[in-house]
């Protein structure tokens, strides 16, 4: 990366990511700053999920997809999902992650739901996976 300022909210909020093949990752729901020895603040990670996404959003739209994600969590731990910016390769039209979505645990629920709802469904696009 680059030194060079450049509009968060324009580069890298609700960019797709994906990993090295293109393969979709997820989608940046917030980012996570961090305070450098020398006072200066950096992106330490790109967050991802309803409880990323929630606090965005206006009144009980926001609280409603917190809920959401909350009731539906597969994790006692409901915290968006985090993945390091040491992670990040490029940034342009997608932001490009050095590791497979698998690697990354960032979409428990998702895969969830394309394991027991989506592939026995029959002639589904994600049958043969």
Not at 21 to 26: I, N
């Amino acid at each position: 990366m680059t030194d060079e300022p450049f509009d968060l909210r324009l580069r890298l909020l609700d960019r797709q990511v994906v990993d090295g093949d293109g393969g979709l990752v997820c989608k940046v729901d917030d980012v996570e700053f961090e305070q450098g020895p020398d006072g200066s603040w950096h992106v330490a990670a790109l967050l991802s999920g309803p409880q990323a996404l929630g606090p965005r959003l206006p009144g009980r739209l926001g609280q409603w997809v917190m809920a959401v994600g909350r009731r539906l969590s597969l994790h006692p731990d409901v915290a968006p999902r985090r993945i390091p910016f040491e992670r990040v390769t490029d940034i342009g039209s997608a932001v490009t992650v050095d590791r497979a979505r698998d690697d990354l645990d960032v979409a428990v629920l998702e895969d969830w739901v394309c394991e027991h709802v989506i592939n026995p469904i029959p002639g589904s696009r994600h049958e043969s996976e």
